[in-house]
């Protein structure tokens, strides 16, 4: 009912693993066949919002020194019992590995994650208060999302609490072409802790209550009913869908690292979000560009503070909707409302402005200013990192254009992209041109590679690096071994959706840095 947002990361154990006789009744045994595959597939997608994006570029070195990626068994047992906690957070080897992928292997996004903490853990925390639900639920944000308001997975769940449209619906939530209120933090919070609520008043369990928020309550009574009617998760491990088995561990783990990072060593990533703002109502039809032009207010911070509205459009008129602003700007919003109202009004708040794209069934965002908009067929073989650097556009904005959320296209797809004017008719030449002319029209140096290539490693074609998959190897590792290389790059380029299925003999294209 509730598919998340996961990466598919294979974490082998080469012995059985024993839970503590503390943890459960009847001690049980997690076979090796249980291998964890899933720890928040969009730990990448978190650099692309955009107050995590220029903390990146403000702080270029690295936000954490001399990091203990491990500590004994006994250490992690005994921090654990110390977490102020009513839900139970017991150890074992699973919950090791878990802990393991925060504090080494996703190590960037864990520092932009605590970063984020400070922002949204207290709005979570006065939510669930309000309904009288442990604070330490806030946890789950961070395995559902990563703190992520704009989190989608592949199969639509969308933002900070993941939810399906179905779900949101029925908590409560608007779902349309313009608004998505599964993307609003405050609101998205509210629709989850009633769903929480739910689930506490059929199994009085908050273990369980957490498992029913990740598969589905049917799917917890499946296993109930199938384990003997025994009502203990442990008890009824092996009857829960295989991914609902790793969803625990890893909110054990989570809660762990939110609590312990400063004892790995381990810094936030210092994340300019402002703390303090305010909401303000409005009851006629704004744009969020308006406000910004107006202002002088970044759009893309307008549209990170309310990822709700999916063109920048805001419907008051249909009924009174919210905007979020930093506390120092609401004076000047409520002085200047009228005047931002009428700023290029038949611009952004003319309906015939917003494109329908019936593929998708959503709206475009208006004509980018000053640029022409063409059209690209999708062919064979090609991906988007290939087409933005065709048309020489950023990646990220390729993807907005479109509305698309991975790095998955289809031959015969028409992609919008907006170009300079005075080259829009040589750039819509490329459509005819094969790949090989396409590839010499973007503009990359042959240039000599900053990093010693690893044995795996050849020359390939010009301006890049082709690496052999060995075996063991996981993306992140491939991307240690190269200088100046990020994980959503290498997925772009070769056009792959799902990191965790590389294949030992794949050859991977790198490329070349300066």
């Known amino acids: 009912m509730m598919k998340k947002l996961t990466i598919l990361i294979t974490l082998l154990f080469s012995t059985a693993i024993y839970l503590s006789a503390t943890t459960v009744n009847d001690t049980i ?33 690295n936000t954490s020194d001399s990091i203990i990626g491990e500590f004994s068994d006994s250490v992690y047992k005994e921090r654990l019992g110390k977490i102020n906690s ?38 979570i925390e006065d939510i669930f208060d309000s309904y009288g639900l442990p604070s330490e639920l806030k946890y789950m944000a961070v395995i559902e999302s990563a703190l992520n308001p704009t989190a989608v997975s592949r199969v639509g769940a969308t933002g900070m609490w993941q939810f399906m449209h179905s779900t949101g619906r029925l908590y409560g939530l608007t779902i349309n072409s313009i608004v998505d209120e599964r993307r609003d933090p405050v609101k998205a919070t509210h629709a989850a802790a009633k769903y929480l609520k739910d689930m506490w008043d059929i199994y009085h369990d908050w273990v369980l209550v957490i498992a029913a928020y990740d598969c589905g309550p049917g799917n917890v009574d499946k296993a109930i009913r199938r384990s003997g009617n025994r009502k203990d998760y442990w008890q009824i ?43 303000v109502m409005v009851n006629k039809d704004i744009h969020l560009a308006q406000i910004s032009e107006v202002m002088n207010i970044s759009l893309d911070e307008l549209r990170s503070l309310n990822p709700q509205y999916k063109t920048g459009f805001v419907p008051g008129g249909t009924k009174p909707m919210s905007i979020t602003l930093p506390m120092k700007h609401v004076g000047n919003f409520i002085d200047l409302t009228d005047t931002i109202r009428n700023h290029k009004h038949d611009v952004y708040l003319s309906r015939t402005n917003l494109t329908v794209n019936p593929a998708k069934s959503v709206y475009l965002p208006p004509e980018v200013k000053g640029k022409t908009k063409i059209y690209y067929t999708v062919k064979d073989g090609d991906n988007l990192g290939f087409v933005s650097e065709w048309f020489h556009v950023g990646l990220s904005d390729l993807r907005y254009w479109n509305d698309i959320y991975s790095n998955t296209i289809r031959v015969g797809q028409k992609l919008v992209v907006f170009v300079d004017p005075s080259k829009a008719p040589g750039y819509s030449k490329v459509n005819e041109m094969s790949f090989d002319d396409k590839q010499k029209t973007s503009g990359i140096p042959a240039v000599t590679a900053t990093t010693t290539p690893s044995p795996a490693a050849d020359s390939g074609e010009s301006g890049f690096i082709i690496y052999t998959v060995q075996n063991g190897d996981t993306i992140w590792d491939i991307v240690k071994k190269f200088d ?8 772009a380029l070769n056009n792959i959706s799902d990191p965790g299925k590389i294949q030992v003999g794949q050859r991977l294209k790198i490329r070349k840095k300066n």
């Open 29 to 61: 045994i997690i076979k090796s066949d249980d291998n964890l595959e899933r720890i928040t597939r969009d730990l990448d997608s978190l650099v692309n919002c955009w107050y995590v994006k220029m903390a990146i570029r403000n702080n270029p070195e």
């Open 86 to 123: 009513i839900i139970n957070l017991p150890y074992n080897n699973i919950i090791r590995s878990c802990i393991h992928v925060y504090t080494e292997r996703r190590l960037e996004s864990t520092t932009a994650i605590l970063g984020l903490q400070d922002y949204y853990f207290p709005m």
């Open 237 to 279: 491990y092996y009857r829960l869908p295989r991914e609902t088995r790793g969803y625990i561990p890893q909110f054990i783990a989570a809660a762990y690292v939110m609590n312990y990072y400063k004892e790995h060593h381990i810094k936030p990533l210092k994340i300019d979000l402002p703390v303090s703002t305010d909401t």
């Open 484 to 491: 100046n290389v990020t994980t959503s790059e290498i997925l």
